[in-house]
């Protein structure tokens, strides 16, 4: 009996029912996907994680997670990767994030949720009103630009890890080929997660021992995922990734309003 307990609470440190483990689990599948190159499908996983935990301890468990898929993502695509393009938005990103964690305690989850949403809605707005005046100059190019991009969505991952939309916005701007849209987004995405996992620690207690325990178990999820993805982008042309992304991020922003 002692030994069955033993080996139950290795499995499931979390203690919750098997439907909740597999969801988890298909979470985090769903994560080594966007990371790998299917970009804003990772999304989907909020939601779910929210309604499986909770929306404080939902982000906490996915945190990791997504650092987990950002080091996978890294290992196939770090040479394509612009960093030093990326981390000019890095600056702003932090006080984003420093900014969430101070008005964290104030700001009800529906509020945040609503926010995040809007901003998310009218960045697109911006990037499609670019696209179709053919405007061929980056974003990132701009200091207003570079700077609202990264208070904004740094504020919006640290609340809830929903910044994806956001920064994959700013990245697509650059208009990269296909492998170093990916392979920038996994460099910007590592640091800025591997960022916030101090304040969820000890800022929000968001992550202990026990959701670690539990995004370890998920490694093999997000490991498939990210495998699949790889083979999966090869097949999708570069002007129809480009739409699919516009479609996932107005799809994911518009769900955020009704979680």
């Known amino acids: 009996m002692t030994e069955n307990l033993n080996l139950l609470n290795l499995l499931n440190p979390l203690s919750v029912t098997p439907a909740v483990w597999l969801l988890t689990m298909a979470s985090a599948f769903l994560v080594g996907l966007s990371k790998s190159g299917i970009k804003g499908i990772g999304m989907i996983s909020i939601p779910v994680l929210v309604y499986l935990y909770g929306a404080q301890a939902s982000v906490g468990i996915l945190l990791p997670i997504l650092v987990f898929g950002d080091a996978m993502a890294l290992i196939q695509y770090h040479k394509s990767g612009r960093l030093k393009e990326i981390l000019k938005l890095f600056p702003f990103a932090a006080v984003g994030i420093i900014g969430a964690v101070l008005v964290g305690s104030y700001i009800n989850d529906n509020q945040f949720r609503d926010a995040i949403a809007g901003i998310l809605l009218l960045s697109l707005f911006i990037m499609l009103f670019n696209e179709i005046r053919g405007k061929k100059e980056s974003l990132s190019n701009s200091p207003f630009f570079r700077s609202f991009f990264g208070v904004t969505g740094g504020f919006a991952t640290m609340i809830g890890n929903a910044a994806g939309p956001i920064f994959n916005l700013y990245i697509l701007s650059m208009r990269l080929p296909k492998n170093s849209f990916i392979g920038t987004g996994a460099w910007f995405f590592l640091i800025l997660n591997l960022f ?64």
């Open 196 to 259: 916030k996992v101090p304040f969820h620690i000890f800022a929000w207690h968001t992550i202990t021992v026990d959701t670690f325990h539990m995004d370890v178990l998920m490694i093999p999820g997000i490991f498939v995922g990210a495998v699949a993805g790889k083979h999966i982008v090869k097949f999708i042309p570069e002007k129809t990734y480009r739409f699919f992304i516009y479609i996932v991020i107005f799809l994911s922003s518009v769900m955020m309003f009704f979680k």
